[in-house]
């Protein structure tokens, strides 16, 4: 059974039904309509909903979709929870290549099946004229949400001969589908927000930012609109005379460029430098985050709801938007500030468990380096055991700044850092830097042999797979590509398994927590997923066996030749959780 829906709003969890379009056999389809605004003759939305119900709850009845996660998130606010999602159309085109720009149905219409489908726009118009879906007469939409479902038909068994090809339908089986429905129930559980906490922190930015502004006005000698790229561009180099970092860099207007880039290589030469870049810190903030979360608060549910987005990252990673909640910023105090904003309801504390180190113990699993093995089986801190490897000392003489270069360039290899960028991202002149790589490398021979057995390998077949199978695809590796393309794609070649390997962990576990919270009674839920992060909230009589399960079925999701840890962090908000004991 294909269907699709036509509502109201791009939004789940604010559209209003117009209409549910079904599609059983190919070359027909029909349209249910409930909702149209048009004075048509139309079915009542309850008789609809209770007629589908036996068929659509049926989890035998396998059901195909594009984009199912919307369509089902919409029926189950109207009450009707689908059973069975069997078949993404969207999904499956990814899995079969991730790098597609191409997961819209109208693309893979003409694509597939050389078939020119009407666009949206068509129905409804674009820009200020646009209407709603409900104002459109009912044979117009008939034909169009018609033709969504019964294409959707037509191209499963398309897609399913793509995914066999590239011996993908296992991982879209037993890891993707099955995660529509998991995360579907995340977006409607949203999460909540402190208000008052976001009217106290808006104030503070405000007038935090006025006094910066004053005092930046103070150092060039005159105001100007701070905002203003050309403006800064005077105030900095014309009116202050310092120097650009490459005078050979010009904007299209001519000016000298003021990104973010360029003024962290200028720092030194005024103090006026720190103060933009942190008026800009507290700008970015208080826009993209402290004023607008506020505002999309849902006024039925009165939380957030983020969209978890399965086709968004090449690497298999599940990504948010609308808002995105995977992107707050935690590297300065003020950015961290806005997480205490997402808090528990009444009764209520939010959980976090993430998954400690994973991406390097999987470096570990996947390249048999025993130095790097036997630092995780003994428990030891990697960057300080690597540390203490590379500079031949102890492990307690180990200095914060030693570790520090060790962490750099123990996550820098997993992205396929050279020593010139390690030099960029530490103190370490480019000499110091190409000698502690290869210190690094006579330490651990066993990740130098992974990364170019990886190179090789990427080179000759034209992809790399995580250890669940997922695969990522470098046709320029195999072609004449330019260097820099080439090496692009080399240290993403490098990433791909490693990261996938981890996001592939992450949802079999998500796979399994809610089953394994219902089976020992606990109303425990998950909210969000922030890389290697679950976010959960739990009633508080709740706390302890729900860290037990999650941490449980989080650390059991895949076996590695070392074992995955966990951490688990409980509060009444997102900013201040503490490490729950045990």
């Known amino acids: 059974l294909a269907f699709d829906t036509e509502t109201t709003s791009t939004d789940p969890m604010r559209a209003e039904l117009v209409g549910i379009s079904l599609a059983v056999r190919e070359g027909e389809a029909f349209h249910i309509p409930v909702g149209?605004?048009?004075?048509?003759?139309?079915?009542?939305?309850?008789?609809?909903?209770?007629?589908?119900?036996?068929?659509?709850?049926d989890p035998g009845l396998p059901k195909i979709g594009q984009n199912l996660k919307y369509d089902v998130l919409v029926l189950s606010n109207h009450g009707?929870?689908?059973?069975?999602c069997a078949f993404d159309t969207m999904i499956a085109q990814w899995i079969i290549d991730p790098a597609s720009r191409n997961l819209g149905l109208k693309g893979m219409a003409e694509d597939y099946l050389n078939l020119q489908m009407s666009h949206i726009e068509e129905l409804i118009g674009s820009g200020k004229n646009q209407r709603s879906m409900a104002q459109v007469a009912i044979q117009?939409?008939?034909?169009?949400?018609?033709?969504?479902?019964?294409?959707?038909?037509?191209?499963k068994p398309l897609l399913e001969e793509g995914m066999r090809a590239h011996d993908a339908l296992k991982i879209f089986e037993e890891i993707e589908m099955p995660l529509v429905t998991i995360l579907a129930d995340m977006e409607k559980a949203g999460i909540m927000l402190d208000l008052p906490f976001f009217k106290s922190m808006e104030t503070w930015l405000a007038e935090r930012m006025a006094v910066i502004e004053k005092s930046i006005f103070q150092d060039i000698g005159r105001e100007f609109n701070i905002n203003s790229t050309q403006q800064l561009s005077?105030?900095?180099?014309?009116?202050?005379?310092?120097?650009?970092?490459?005078r050979r860099q010009r904007t299209a207007s001519g000016h000298f460029?003021?990104?973010?880039?360029?003024?962290?290589?200028?720092?030194?030469?005024?103090?006026?430098?720190?103060?933009?870049?942190?008026?800009r810190e507290y700008a970015k903030i208080k826009s993209t985050y402290v004023d607008a979360l506020p505002l999309q608060v849902n006024p039925r549910?009165?939380?957030?709801?983020?969209?978890?987005?399965?086709?968004?990252?090449?690497?298999?990673?599940?990504?948010?938007?609308?808002?995105?909640?995977?992107?707050?910023?935690?590297?300065?105090?003020?950015?961290?500030?806005?997480?205490?904003?997402?808090?528990?309801?009444?009764?209520?504390?939010?959980l976090a468990v993430d998954y400690s180190q994973i991406e390097l113990r999987i470096v570990a699993h996947l390249s048999h380096d025993e130095a790097m093995l036997n630092a995780f089986r003994a428990g030891q801190d990697i960057h300080s055991a690597t540390a203490a490897a590379i500079y031949r000392i102890p492990l307690t003489q180990v200095t914060k700044e030693q570790r520090r270069h060790a962490k750099t360039i123990n996550f820098g290899l997993i992205y396929g850092m050279s020593a010139f960028g390690l030099s960029r991202g530490t103190d370490l002149t480019l000499g110091e830097a190409e000698d502690?790589?290869?210190?690094?490398?006579?330490?651990?021979?066993?990740?130098?042999?992974?990364?170019?057995?990886?190179?090789?390998?990427?080179?000759?077949?034209?992809?790399?797979e995580t250890m669940l199978g997922r695969r990522r695809y470098f046709p320029n590796l195999k072609g004449n590509a330019n260097v820099n393309q080439r090496n692009r794609e080399e240290r993403e070649a490098i990433n791909a398994p490693i990261q996938g390997t981890a996001a592939d962990i992450i949802k079999l576990a998500m796979l399994d927590i809610p089953g394994a919270l219902a089976r020992e009674g606990l109303q425990s839920r998950m909210l969000l997923q922030v890389h290697d992060e679950l976010v959960l909230e739990c009633p508080e009589a709740e706390i302890k066996n729900s860290v037990a399960v999650v941490r449980s079925v989080m650390e059991q999701a895949y076996t590695l030749s070392i074992p995955l840890l966990t951490e688990a962090r409980v509060g009444r908000n997102w900013g201040e959780l503490e490490i729950y004991p045990g």
């Open 36 to 57: 149209h605004q048009t004075g048509e003759r139309q079915l009542e939305l309850e008789l609809v909903l209770n007629g589908l119900r036996p068929a659509m709850t």
């Open 80 to 84: 009707l929870v689908v059973a069975g």
């Open 140 to 155: 117009d939409c008939a034909n169009y949400a018609g033709a969504d479902a019964e294409v959707t038909l037509r191209l």
């Open 234 to 246: 005077k105030a900095l180099f014309e009116t202050l005379k310092l120097e650009p970092p490459d």
């Open 257 to 279: 460029s003021t990104s973010a880039s360029n003024l962290e290589d200028i720092r030194d030469q005024h103090p006026v430098i720190d103060k933009i870049l942190e008026q």
């Open 301 to 350: 549910t009165g939380r957030v709801h983020t969209s978890f987005n399965q086709t968004g990252v090449v690497t298999g990673r599940i990504s948010s938007s609308d808002p995105n909640l995977q992107n707050i910023p935690t590297r300065t105090e003020v950015g961290r500030q806005v997480r205490k904003g997402f808090i528990a309801a009444p009764g209520n504390l939010l």
């Open 436 to 464: 502690f790589v290869r210190a690094y490398f006579e330490q651990f021979p066993g990740v130098k042999r992974y990364l170019a057995e990886t190179r090789k390998e990427a080179a000759e077949k034209g992809f790399v």
